[in-house]
């Protein structure tokens, strides 16, 4: 599925006074590649996603998906949220099967997909089980899960691994991309983490602040499995670190 968007500007009126969160945005996505959008808070980041999955309409500019104007959500585009919503009472089986009910498969299918997906995250030994049983990197899995599993043209995941602790989150962007290698869906992932935005993007989309812009689009040329400590994966790193005006001697930040 091919996105563009085109001149997008976005503003909010709340008890009559004008947020403008995004302005003039333009951006082409192709069929599969992985985008990150990456910026500070408030840079209009989770608003262009919005826009995109159709939950928002643009005051100005437009939104197409092959070539038609985004009206409204779709069930072919799932988002993925940073607390998962996944349904306590139901099992890691029941929830992966949540969304395949929607679209009118018979029982035996239903299952046998869920099965597929919940062993391509590595949960198959689990799915009997409830949510509060799993850790929050085994939620997350779930989550991703549920969203393959129906098959979706965009995955829309925002800020999915912001609650996860520093080392299970490198685990998580391991398997999402790993997953995204095999499954080659487009992806637009929102995240504030450079490193992250490195290790995961075809292409990253730097985004600032006052009024939400897009400042600039940086290519991640490197193959996958990326390794985060080679030297060219260092040097996209440096070179996003300088777009955000953050590269100066003496001066180390890991996040944005
Ligand atoms: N529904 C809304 N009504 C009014 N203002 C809004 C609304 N949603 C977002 N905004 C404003 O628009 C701007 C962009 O918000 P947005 O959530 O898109 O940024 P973000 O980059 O995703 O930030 P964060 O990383 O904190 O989630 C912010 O100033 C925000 O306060």
Redesign the pocket.
Known sequence: MYIQVKNVTKI?T?NAVN?K??EDANLEIKQGEFICLL??????????L?LIAGFEKPTEGEILLDGQIVNEPSIKYVTIFQNYGLLPWRTVQGNVELGLESLGYDKAKIRKIAEEYIELVGLSAFKKHHPYQLSGGMQQRVAIARALAVDPDIIFMD?PFGALDAMTRMKMQDEISGIWEKKKKTILF?T?DIDESVFLADRIVI?T?HP?KIKSIINVPLARKRDRTHPDFLTIRDKVFAEFEMKEKNKIEYYI
């Open positions: 909010y709340q947020a969160a995004l910026g500070p808070s408030g840079c209009g980041k989770t608003t262009l919005n800020e929102v504030h985004m602040p939400g």
